[in-house]
């Protein structure tokens, strides 16, 4: 079975900063890779995602990861944290190919940004 | 477009009670997921509903856990005689079903459920 490592629990970082959270998955196959993020009070939603073809892959808000197939790494990057981006992160994964589109969780991040 | 909703946001309950948890999917969305988000285990995968097909209950936790899915729209969760690690957020999530590709997953806010 596959499992989703989150390295950093919690992250407290100045408007401004930079961000990178780590994310390590662990499967013998081909996997669908994932970044969602959960703001204050509101839903899970889509951060980012890959699937094939260039391993740097652009999201929404100003994010991207970078997935390095060697180390099974897929670590979501931002160079310039805003107040707005204090939410917890969830990388996720699920086998490619497999019946259904159920995800792997990592344990999840929580960003504080200051202002 | 209504999104994935959920009922009741907030369900308090005693120990050995039995729980219905319901979710309403995007309309059209043939795929519909439960995952629990709870302290310690993070967010995890419970059953899988697509189409006619049989659901996959594979992370269901135990026997006490069922979940049904009523004309491939409305699901709902439940946990019979209920215990203190049951309580958690329990997350809906519905898709639509196209073969071959990865269909994006839309969450809903949650049932956040505490057992006395």
């Known amino acids: 079975a596959q499992s989703v490592s989150q390295h950093n629990h919690h992250v407290i970082l100045s408007e401004a900063a930079s961000l990178e959270l780590g994310c390590n998955y662990s499967?013998?196959?081909?996997?669908?890779l994932f970044w969602y993020v959960q703001y204050p009070g509101q839903h899970l939603q889509l951060l980012l995602k890959?699937?094939?073809?260039?391993?740097l892959v652009k999201g929404i808000k100003g994010f991207e990861a970078e997935f390095i197939k060697s180390k099974f790494s897929f670590n979501l990057r931002k160079p310039s944290v805003q107040w707005s981006d204090t939410a917890e992160y969830f990388c996720?994964?699920?086998?490619?190919?497999?019946?259904?589109?159920?995800?792997?969780f990592g344990g999840g991040t929580r960003v504080l940004v200051k202002p | 477009g209504a999104g994935v909703s959920q009922s009741p946001s907030n369900k308090v309950t005693e120990k050995g009670k039995d729980v219905e948890l319901r979710c309403d999917p995007i309309?059209?969305?043939?795929?519909l997921y439960w995952y629990r988000q709870s302290l310690g285990q993070g967010l995890e995968f419970l059953i899988y509903?697509?189409?006619?097909?049989?659901?996959?209950k594979s992370g269901l936790p135990s026997d006490r856990f069922s979940a049904e899915r009523t004309g491939g729209s409305v699901s709902t969760l439940t946990i019979q005689r209920t215990q203190q690690e049951d309580s958690a957020v329990y997350l809906c999530a519905s898709s639509l079903d196209l073969a071959g590709a990865y269909n994006e997953q839309f969450f809903g806010p949650g049932t956040r459920l505490t057992v006395l």
């Open positions: 509903f697509q189409g006619n097909s049989a659901p996959d």
């Open positions: 890959y699937f094939s073809g260039d391993p």
């Open positions: 499967y013998g196959g081909t996997v669908n």
């Open positions: 309309s059209g969305h043939t795929a």
């Open positions: 996720a994964v699920n086998p490619r190919g497999a019946a259904g589109n159920k995800l792997t």
